[in-house]
Nanobody, 126 residues
Framework: QVQLVESGGGLVQAGGSLRLSCAPSGRTFSNYAMAWFRQAPGKEREFVAA????????YYADSVKGRFTISRDNANDTVNLQMNSLKPEDTAVYYC???????????????????WGQGTQVTVSS
């Protein structure tokens, strides 16, 4: 069964940093576009950031631009999300997702991605 496995979540104080990682299980996603989404309690899942298969193109939601950085290491088949200057409103379950092609405009909808991880909790305390 194809899976994406997230890691790196936890509890951090406002202003702190966390680094999330996503690795596949069952197949490689080195030639897929990858993204991070998040879902806060009582809210819909929302787009956070996306990266092309090469890592050369990235796109961010306005709410995280300048604070979060998405990157990928195709040699190790991982995708990372470096989160700095965290705010309480960043608290959510963060999900890794994959789709075959990176397009312009960038796909930011949940239905636009074919593979998903189980999520990792990020909690930012004030």
């Amino acid at each position: 069964q194809v899976q994406l496995v997230e890691s790196g979540g936890g509890l951090v104080q406002a202003g702190g940093s966390l680094r999330l990682s996503c690795a596949p299980s069952g197949r490689t996603f080195s030639n897929y576009a990858m993204a991070w989404f998040r879902q806060a309690p009582g809210k819909e899942r929302e787009f956070v950031a996306a990266v092309s298969w090469s890592g050369g193109s990235t796109y961010y939601a306005d709410s995280v631009k300048g604070r979060f950085t998405i990157s990928r290491d195709n040699a190790n088949d991982t995708v990372n999300l470096q989160m700095n200057s965290l705010k309480p409103e960043d608290t959510a379950v963060y999900y890794c997702a994959a789709r075959r092609y990176y397009t312009r405009p960038v796909i930011t909808t949940v239905l636009g991605y074919d593979y998903w991880g189980q999520g990792t909790q990020v909690t930012v305390s004030s």
